[in-house]
């Protein structure tokens, strides 16, 4: 996963569990955790893309 972090699921459905853990805990935007853990948003997008989720911003979450 190119610019993702090492330590992060690499399983597509781990990481949106971990992603929107984040998400609802912690940041109120995709951009702000994105900002805050370092990591390319579009990197992260392209991945859940891949596994055929998006993220939605009204929801704060992949799905």
Do not use: Q
């Not at 699921?9 to 955790?33: C, E, G, Q, V």
């Not at 579009?42 to 009204?58: I, R």
């Amino acid at each position: 996963m190119e610019n993702l972090k090492d330590d992060m699921p690499k399983d597509p459905m781990m990481l949106m569990s971990f992603i929107n853990m984040k998400l609802r805990d912690f940041y109120p935007s995709l951009d702000a955790l994105c900002d805050d853990m370092e990591m390319d948003r579009k990197a992260l997008e392209h991945k859940m893309a891949e596994a055929g989720l998006e993220y939605n911003a009204a929801a704060n979450k992949f799905w």
